[in-house]
C-alpha cells in the first residue's frame, strides 16, 4: 500500500470513529425530511405471512426488495430444530455448504463457492451475525440460538453488503433486547446422548435502558462409533455460547447497542469425520474407489488405502456402514471466538446515520490422525514402522504407520468500522457510507504422509487492510415504478509471508514466498538451480516476483435495477449486480513435491474474480394466503477463483465460468393452522480449462456442490384439541447428482440423494410450556456433505458423511411478556 492509500484508509478509519463519538453526545434534531430507520427485528404475522427483511440495510417488506432472499424466521428456527449455523441449508433453496468440521465451513449459494480450505480465506458468500462480518472460513459455523431470523440472499451483493458476496450474503439476526421481563429455557435430548441447554433473559435495566443475554451448550457422545478399542467416538459436539445485547435509547432520535459475543469448543470431537474409502488414481491421477479385490498398481495394494489397511465392514464404497471409524490418536479440534459490535443509530438533520465498530478475535487448532484408519502414534520425522499390534487397549488390533496427519493453528484479529448515512429527499431514497478493515493472522499447518516419508511443516502471515466508499439511490417514478442505482468501490492491500519445509526424505525442500524475497532450496537433485532465490538475479522458471506477496488490488462493482409494482402486493424486477472478490494467495499446508516446486511458487499468488449478474424476478401475493416467489439469472464469471489440484499440490487458478438457472417457491396457508411450502432450483454451470492432476487433460466442469435441480418441501398442521395446541410437521430435501471440486475426480462425485424429517409438537392448555420430538433424517439416507480426492497422497478419498437418523425431544419454557 503507498503512504496515500494508506493514509486514506487511516483517515477512514479516524472518520468513523470520531462520528462514533460526536453521535453520543448529540441532542434530538428536526426531521427535515422522512425517514427511514433501519431496525433489527423482523415480524411475519401469522394472519398475513408478510415477511420483513433488511436486505438493503433497512426494513422492507420482501415484496418491496428486488433481491432474492429466503427468511427463516424465529418460529421456523426452532420447528426445523436449526441449532448450527449450516443447518440453514435445509430450509434456503439453492444454498449449500462444504466442511470437513465444524471449525471449517463454507456456503454454496447457486454454485458460487470456495473449495481452498486456507485458515486465511475468505468465502465469497459473506456471512453476518446481526452487524458483524465474519470474514474467517473458520467461524463461519456456530452455535444458532435466540435468533429473531435468518436471511439468505441470493445474487451478488456488491453495493450495501460488498465485502467478498460475489455469491450472496447469509445473515443471522438476533433476538433483540426487550422492555418487559421476556425468556425462555429450553432443553433437548436426543439421539447419541445428546444434550442441548439454552436459554435467554430480557428487560428492562433502567429507563431506556434494555438488555439480554443467552447462550447455549451442547454435547454428545459422536454418532460416528469407532471400533479400535480404548478409542472415543467421533463427530461428538462439545461447545457453549454466549450473547449479551445491551441498548440505550434515550430518545427518538438517537440509540447505541453494544452486541458481544464468545464462543468455545474444548477438543471437540469434530475432526478425522471421514469414513473410510481406499481409493486409486487412474491415469488423470484422479481417484477411484478401489473394490475389496481390485489391484491398485500405483501403491501395489490391493482393495485397502496406501498403507495397506482393508476393512470392508466400515468402507461404503464396498457396502460398509459409513458411520464406524476404526481411527487412532487426536482428531479433535479447539475453537475460541470472541466478538464485540458496537452500533450507534442517529437522525441528523435528513439523515439516518449509522455507525458500526466491530472486533473479532479467534483462535484455533484443528489436528486429525488416524483418518478412519488404526495407526501408531505419530512421531515428527519418525521412521516407517512395519504393520503390527496397536498399543494397549487394542493389542489386538493391527496398526499400521500414519497415511497422514492433519493440523492447522491460527490465530486472527479483526476490526472493521462502516459507516452509512441514509435520507429520503422528493423521490430518491439515498444511501451513502465507507467501509474500512484489518485482518492480522497467523497460521500454522502441516499435511503430512509419514507412511511415504512425507512429513513438511508450515507457517504463514497474512494481513489485510481494506477499505470501500458506497452509493446506492432508489429513485421512485411513482407507486408502480422504481429505479435502483449503486457502485462500491473498494481497495485491498495484502501482505503475505510463507514458509514451508519438508526436511528429510525423498521430498526434502524448503521454500520461502514474502516481499521479502521468493526462494527456495531442493535437496533432492530435481530442480535446477537446486538453490536459488529471486535477490540472487540467477534465471530460474519463477515467474513471481516479491511484490507479488504485497498486492494491492482494487476493483468497482454495482447495480441498477428496474422494479414494477402492477399491484401493491406483487413486483416484477429486472437487475444487474456485479459483485468482485478480492484477490490472494495459496498458502498450501503442504510443500509440493520437487517436480511441482516452480509450479507452485508461480501460482501462489491469484487475482480477483469478477461476477457480472443478470436476473429477473417475480413475487406475488396471491389468493388464499399464498407467497409465490420466482427468479431467472444469468452469471458470467472473470477471474473465477477455481480450487485446481496439480499432481499433489492444490492451487487457486483464476479460471472463465458460466451459471445459468431459475428458482422458484411457494408459502401458502390456505387454512388456519396449515402452512405448506415448496421450492425449487434448476440450475446449469461451467467451468472451462480446468487442468487435471495429470498437468496435461483439460476439461470442462460444472461448478462445485450445483446441481442441476434442487428442491425443498414443508408441510406444518396447527390444530387445537381439548388439552392445549398441537403440531404435525414434515420437511424433506431433494439434491440432484453434483461434483464436490471443479475437478469432479470419480471419488469426487455425489448421486441425488432426499432427505426427510418430521417433528410432532404440543402446547398444554393455559400453560408457557412447549413439548416437541423430532425425528431428523427419518429413512437414513447416506450422502456425504464434503469429499476430497486424496488419491495420490496414500489412496483415501476423506468423505464425511451427514449424520444417520437422529431423533430427540425438547421442552421450551417461557417465561414474561
Partial sequence: MTMTHTSTFRRAMQAGTALAALSLGLIATPVIAQQAQATETAAMPAETGEIVVTAQRREQKANDVGIAVSVISAKEIKALNIVNATDVVRAIPNLKFNAYGSSQVVYNIRGVSQNDYGDQQEPPVAVYQDDSYTSSITAASFPVFDLARVEALRGPQGTLFGRNATGGAVQFISAQPTDKLDGYLSATYGRYNQVVLEGALSGALAPNLTARISGQYTRDDGYIKNITPGQPDRGADNHWALRGIIKWEPSSDFKAKLTVRYAQADKERQAGIYSLEPTCPNAQFQGEFLGPNEFCSYWGVTGTTGNGYANPAITPSQGG?????????????????????????????????????????LKKFYIEQGDSVPEFPYVEQGPFIDPGPCPAPAQSVTCYTSGTVFFQRAKTNQVSQEIRAAATFGKNYLTIGGFGMIIDGKFAAKYAVPFIGYDPNVNFTQRTESFAFFAQDEFKINDQWK????????????????????????????????????????????????????????????????????????GVTARAEIDYKPTPDTLIYASYNRGSKSGGFTFSTGTPFPTQLVDVLNNIPYRPE????????????????TQFNLAAFYYDYKNYQAFVQVFAAQVVRNLPAKIKGIEADITSRPIPGLTLQLSGALQDSEVKNVLLPDGATIKTSDLPQAPGFAGNALVRYEFDTAIGRASLQADALYTGKFCFTVMCAPVERERAYAVANVRVGFTPKDSNLDLAFFVNNVFERQYRVYAFDASTYWGYTTGVYAKPRTWGVNAVWHFGK
Fill in 610 to 625: 469478477t461476477l457480472n449478474a443478470y436476473e429477473v424476478g417475480v413475487k406475488a401475493k396471491l389468493p388464499g394466503n
Fill in 321 to 361: 456402514n459409513p458411520w464406524r471409524t476404526a481411527g487412532t490418536n487426536d482428531a479433535y479440534v479447539d475453537r475460541k471466538v470472541f466478538g464485540a459490535t458496537l452500533r450507534l443509530d442517529a437522525k441528523i438533520g435528513a439523515f439516518d446515520v449509522t455507525s458500526i465498530t466491530d472486533y473479532q478475535h
Fill in 483 to 554: 429505479l435502483i442505482g449503486g457502485i462500491r468501490y473498494w481497495q485491498d492491500k495484502k501482505r503475505g509471508v510463507y514458509d514451508a519445509v519438508a526436511p528429510t526424505g525423498p521430498y526434502a525442500l524448503s521454500l520461502h514466498f514474502g516481499p521479502d524475497d521468493i526462494s527456495y532450496n531442493d535437496t533432492t537433485g530435481t530442480v535446477t538451480p537446486g538453490s536459488w532465490s529471486y535477490k540472487s538475479g540467477l534465471p530460474s522458471g519463477v515467474t513471481s516476483t516479491p511484490s507479488a506477496a504485497n498486492p494491492t488490488f482494487r
